[in-house]
């Protein structure tokens, strides 16, 4: 049984790693500091209420690594792809699938395997496809201008 800090996903267990608390003045802060905490992970599964800011956290994440494109929410194209100088990255919107099964034919399992960054913003609806070594993100909206991240790290 998972402990007071820990999630379970697909029989796995993770590990809360970091709890973030920050306006939305403070964004590019707790994006620099989320990178500090990230490590060397590639897979970042985004999971919160719809206007809980994950597209916004994840703008602020891009402009961390200096994305040199326009960043915006692939709520309709399902996958974008971004370049920065470290090479390339995905931000995919898994909202309007219905199933594991469209996740793929749109490519989706590509990005997550390709080597790259990858945002994936309602990663509920495609959590199958994920890596084992996938971070989960929950964002927590706790006011108007006020958030709440937690990072937890599978348990390996």
Not at 48 to 65: N, P, R
Not at 75 to 87: D, K
Request: with cysteine; net charge negative.
């Amino acid at each position: 049984m998972p402990g007071a800090d820990s999630v379970e996903h697909s029989r796995r267990v993770y590990i809360c790693s970091m709890e973030l608390e920050f306006s939305l003045n403070g964004i590019g802060e707790a994006a620099q500091q989320f990178w500090a905490n990230a490590g060397n992970k590639k897979v970042f599964a985004f999971y919160g209420e719809m206007g809980s800011g994950k597209t916004t956290f994840i703008k602020a994440l891009c402009e961390q690594k200096r994305v040199e494109d326009h960043v915006t929410s692939p709520t309709f194209s399902l996958i974008n792809e971004y370049a920065y100088p470290g090479g390339r990255m995905f931000h995919i919107d898994l909202f309007r699938l219905k199933d594991e099964e469209e996740a793929i034919q749109a490519g989706v399992e590509d990005c997550l395997y390709s080597g790259a960054i990858c945002f994936i913003e309602w990663a509920e609806k495609g959590e199958i496809l994920l890596p084992d070594d996938a971070i989960r993100v929950r964002i927590l909206s706790t006011g108007d201008h006020s958030r709440k991240i937690t990072m937890d790290r599978p348990n390996s």
